[in-house]
């Protein structure tokens, strides 16, 4: 296998700066008025931040992979400005996923998470039935578990609200493992 430096500086860098998101949000022109927002994204601050940014949109670019540059800037007291790159189409999402798999250490919990359970969803267009959303929000649960991601930096769409809004019994078990 011929070794690709660009894109496991970037796998590196990405795993170690970068985040997935997975995001309920609502939207009342959707099935279940709830959207799914999955993307990848980095952000930097400093000096050479712009420069860096670049350097991995050049990396992905040259992948076939698009992404979007912004600047930030942060209004919150002692926040730096800063870039954002973000990977937000399904295509390019699924695309970056496959690509630095192999050189993912940090975050290969949720990259796996990400690739055998949530993007199998996507592509059965489940991600918007009513079994879809609560089982994309069980795997958030569990990721934040993983990742020992306090209940106070959780989002406001999460399993126990749509258990609540779809008067779903507590005690029924949400199995988070796709079934293809």
Same mark, same amino acid.
């Given at each position: 296998m011929q070794r690709n430096i660009g894109l496991e500086w970037l796998a590196g860098f990405f795993d170690g700066e970068g985040c997935f998101s997975i995001q309920i949000r609502k939207d009342e022109d959707m099935k279940n008025d709830h959207i799914l927002i999955l993307n990848a994204k980095v952000n930097q601050t400093g000096v050479d931040s712009k420069k860096t940014i670049n350097k991995c949109k050049k990396i992905l670019n040259n992948e076939g992979i698009k992404?979007?540059? @912004?600047?930030?800037?942060d209004k919150r007291k002692n926040r730096k400005n800063g870039w954002l790159l973000e990977i937000t189409t399904r295509k390019d999402f699924k695309m970056f996923v496959e690509k630095i798999e192999p050189y993912i250490f940090n975050k290969k919990y949720e990259l796996k998470r990400i690739?055998?359970?949530i993007l199998p969803l996507i592509e059965q267009n489940k991600? @918007?039935?009513k079994e879809g959303i609560l089982k994309i929000s069980q795997i958030k649960k569990e990721i934040y578990e993983y990742k020992d991601i306090q209940k106070s930096q959780r989002s406001k769409y999460n399993l126990e609200y749509f258990r609540e809004k779809w008067d779903i019994d507590q005690n029924i078990e949400i199995d988070s493992?796709?079934?293809t």
């Open positions: 992404c979007f540059v @912004t600047k930030r800037r690739k055998e359970d991600h @918007t039935s493992e796709t079934t």
